[in-house]
């Protein structure tokens, strides 16, 4: 093992220069190159590469983004390229494949979330050493308990709660948060049991406003005068569709969400009569340093991925679970998407607090 590729992939999250560190310094340690490559898979197909000394990576402990650059596009697999004056999905895996081999590539190590780590076992098949490491606010990567930069985004949402809180006491408002989770609620579910909220509605629970309505009017009934509402974006009426900003073309995922937070508030308002106030948190939720548990869960995984290269293993994704580092086959972490499940303890534990779910 001579040399690495390390690439980040889909969206940003807190933690991935801690990953990029980690790599650097621990495959420095073997005596091991390693070779950043810009803007994720596109860097990939175009032969876009850097080195990564130690000097390289000096200082991007804390900071957030990621040095490499990354895209959510440019799959290689169904590149876009401009045939004829005509832009069309391509097929050029291939380039990747060149492109490795004229670098003296041993193996890529693939940072990223379901998106990106399903290309990563794309080109395992087609004989590439691969490992991948887990990567999502969203934390819905199977096979593995978390993925890091979940944390600093509950974070920052739990913070933002804990803002809405104050002002919605003042003003007797209902407070509407909405924050990401397409598929899966766990930002929403872990920030509002952690900032206190007292409605959390998830893509996996339909919601139904009736519901919602009789628990905030339950409240005023108690001389408690406001409410605040934490919405993953991708949460849905009973009934109802997910709520899409608009379509975009040539998109692998074609569809952009947003506007739940607003639905909720309008309808509060329209059919409620309820002053309703909407926030959304946006990405904000992928800016920003990394929490401590995050930094500490970075190192650990790019560290882990290093080892797992000398050792020859490929093909896996190293994953947590309870407090060790292990590998999985990179199949089983993309074989569908982790969702909460309606047994999950933290979600049993809202309810008996008394937090409403819509349901």
Same mark, same amino acid.
């Given at each position: 093992?001579?040399?690495?590729?390390?690439?980040?992939?889909?969206?940003?999250?807190?933690?991935?220069?801690?990953?990029?560190?980690?790599?650097?310094?621990?495959?420095?340690?073997?005596?091991?190159?390693?070779?950043?490559?810009?803007?994720? #898979?596109?860097?990939?197909?175009?032969?876009? #590469?850097?080195?990564?000394?130690?000097?390289?990576?000096?200082?991007?402990?804390?900071?957030?983004?990621?040095?490499?650059?990354?895209?959510?596009?440019?799959?290689? *697999?169904?590149?876009?390229?401009?045939?004829?004056?005509?832009?069309?999905?391509?097929?050029?895996?291939?380039?990747?494949?060149?492109?490795?081999?004229?670098? %003296?590539?041993?193996?890529?190590?693939?940072?990223?979330?379901?998106?990106?780590?399903?290309?990563?076992?794309?080109?395992?098949? $087609?004989? @590439?050493?691969?490992?991948?490491?887990?990567?999502?606010?969203?934390?819905?990567?199977?096979?593995?308990?978390?993925? *890091?930069?979940?944390?600093?985004?509950?974070?920052?949402?739990?913070?933002?709660?804990?803002?809405?809180?104050?002002?919605?006491?003042?003003?007797?408002?209902?407070?509407?948060?909405?924050?990401?989770?397409?598929?899966?609620?766990?930002?929403?579910?872990?920030?509002?049991?952690?900032?206190?909220?007292?409605?959390?509605?998830?893509?996996?629970?339909?919601?139904?406003?009736?519901?919602?309505?009789?628990?905030?009017?339950?409240?005023?009934?108690?001389?408690? $005068?406001?409410?605040?509402?934490?919405?993953?974006?991708?949460?849905?009426?009973?009934?109802?569709?997910?709520?899409?900003?608009?379509?975009?073309?040539?998109?692998?995922?074609?569809?952009?969400?947003?506007?739940? %937070?607003?639905?909720?508030?309008?309808?509060?308002?329209?059919?409620?009569?309820?002053?309703?106030?909407?926030?959304?948190?946006?990405? @904000?939720?992928?800016?920003?340093?990394?929490?401590?548990?995050?930094?500490?869960?970075?190192?650990?995984?790019?560290?882990?991925?290093?080892?797992?290269? @000398?050792?020859?293993? *490929?093909?896996?994704?190293?994953?947590?679970?309870?407090?060790?580092?292990?590998?999985?086959?990179?199949?089983?972490?993309?074989?569908?998407?982790?969702?909460?499940?309606?047994?999950?303890?933290?979600?049993?534990?809202?309810?008996?607090?008394?937090?409403?779910?819509?349901?």
């Amino acid at each position: 093992m001579r040399k690495l590729a390390v690439l980040t992939g889909g969206g940003d999250c807190p933690g991935l220069n801690a990953v990029i560190r980690a790599i650097a310094k621990s495959a420095q340690g073997y005596g091991i190159e390693v070779l950043g490559i810009r803007d994720g #898979f596109r860097g990939a197909v175009e032969g876009d #590469f850097v080195p990564l000394a130690l000097k390289d990576v000096s200082g991007i402990l804390p900071r957030g983004g990621t040095i490499l650059g990354t895209t959510n596009r440019d799959n290689p *697999f169904a590149y876009q390229t401009k045939l004829n004056g005509v832009n069309q999905a391509v097929d050029r895996s291939d380039n990747v494949i060149r492109n490795f081999k004229k670098q %003296g590539i041993d193996a890529l190590l693939a940072i990223g979330g379901d998106g990106s780590l399903n290309i990563a076992l794309k080109f395992v098949h $087609k004989g @590439l050493k691969v490992i991948g490491i887990p990567k999502t606010i969203d934390n819905d990567l199977m096979a593995t308990d978390q993925t *890091f930069g979940f944390q600093t985004a509950v974070d920052t949402a739990q913070e933002a709660l804990d803002r809405l809180h104050t002002t919605a006491e003042s003003h007797h408002r209902v407070m509407v948060l909405e924050v990401m989770g397409r598929y899966a609620g766990w930002i929403a579910l872990y920030a509002g049991v952690a900032g206190g909220a007292d409605v959390i509605l998830i893509p996996e629970i339909p919601y139904n406003l009736n519901r919602v309505a009789l628990s905030i009017q339950k409240r005023a009934k108690q001389g408690k $005068k406001f409410s605040i509402i934490v919405a993953a974006e991708g949460a849905k009426p009973l009934g109802g569709e997910m709520v899409v900003e608009r379509l975009m073309e040539g998109r692998v995922d074609p569809i952009k969400l947003g506007g739940i %937070g607003a639905k909720i508030g309008h309808d509060l308002e329209e059919h409620y009569g309820m002053e309703t106030r909407v926030t959304v948190l946006g990405h @904000l939720q992928r800016g920003g340093s990394p929490n401590a548990y995050d930094r500490v869960l970075s190192t650990r995984y790019g560290a882990a991925a290093v080892d797992a290269a @000398l050792e020859g293993e *490929f093909g896996i994704m190293v994953a947590l679970q309870g407090r060790e580092i292990v590998r999985v086959p990179l199949q089983e972490a993309v074989n569908q998407i982790k969702l909460v499940p309606l047994n999950d303890p933290l979600l049993l534990a809202a309810r008996t607090l008394g937090m409403e779910l819509g349901d």
